[in-house]
């Protein structure tokens, strides 16, 4: 918990986010439908009771782009809360240059392939400017984000380690 900020959550929402590399590429995937729908992100989604987080974010590559990786590692954990939603997403950040299988269109993610120096930031969650590049650097971090609505932070906090 981060000192300084003023919390009236009441349940917590454990997630995976997951970026998978190859060379000076990134996969990202366009959301078709749901929560952040029409934004560019890692696949990733609600960890199931009686999974662990790996298993959660290996299953969740799986079922949205149809790639396979056992060699996923957890490099950041961001807490996102909106203003006015007691509900906290604990998200967690994994990443990898080894996978199995070629990407694939689900009814969930249309994934492709970006540049690190070509990034659709406009087009993603206005927090990932400020941790993704963390990520590509090889930086493990920790972060909180205060969003009011999908399109303005209030309030950000991110830390290496
Ligand atoms: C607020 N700022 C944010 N910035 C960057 N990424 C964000 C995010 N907020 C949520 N995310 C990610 O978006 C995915 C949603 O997943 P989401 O579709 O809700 O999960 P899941 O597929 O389990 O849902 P259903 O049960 O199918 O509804 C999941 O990876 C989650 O980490």
Redesign the pocket.
């Given at each position: 918990m981060y000192s300084g900020v003023v919390r009236s959550t009441t349940s917590r929402?454990v997630?995976?986010?997951?970026i998978i590399r190859k060379g000076s590429d990134i996969l990202l995937g366009m959301?078709k439908r749901?929560?952040?729908a029409g934004?560019w992100?890692?696949?990733?989604?609600?960890v199931?009771p009686g999974e662990t987080i790996l298993e959660a974010a290996k299953r969740?590559l799986q079922?949205?782009c149809h790639l396979r990786s056992d060699s996923l590692r957890e490099v950041g954990l961001?807490e996102?809360e909106?203003k006015g939603d007691p509900v906290l997403?604990e998200?967690?950040?994994l990443t990898s240059d080894v996978f199995e299988g070629e990407p694939k269109e689900t009814e969930?993610m249309r994934p492709q392939w970006f540049s690190i120096d070509n990034i659709p930031y406009h087009q993603?969650?206005?927090?990932?400017k400020y941790w993704l590049p963390l990520l590509i650097q090889g930086e493990q971090f920790k972060g909180y984000?205060l969003?009011e609505g999908?399109e303005k932070i209030l309030n950000y906090e991110l830390k290496t380690s």
């Amino acid at each position: 918990m981060y000192s300084g900020v003023v919390r009236s959550t009441t349940s917590r929402k454990v997630l995976t986010l997951v970026i998978i590399r190859k060379g000076s590429d990134i996969l990202l995937g366009m959301k078709k439908r749901g929560f952040g729908a029409g934004k560019w992100n890692g696949f990733g989604g609600k960890v199931e009771p009686g999974e662990t987080i790996l298993e959660a974010a290996k299953r969740e590559l799986q079922e949205e782009c149809h790639l396979r990786s056992d060699s996923l590692r957890e490099v950041g954990l961001i807490e996102f809360e909106f203003k006015g939603d007691p509900v906290l997403e604990e998200t967690h950040v994994l990443t990898s240059d080894v996978f199995e299988g070629e990407p694939k269109e689900t009814e969930e993610m249309r994934p492709q392939w970006f540049s690190i120096d070509n990034i659709p930031y406009h087009q993603m969650w206005l927090g990932d400017k400020y941790w993704l590049p963390l990520l590509i650097q090889g930086e493990q971090f920790k972060g909180y984000f205060l969003f009011e609505g999908e399109e303005k932070i209030l309030n950000y906090e991110l830390k290496t380690s």
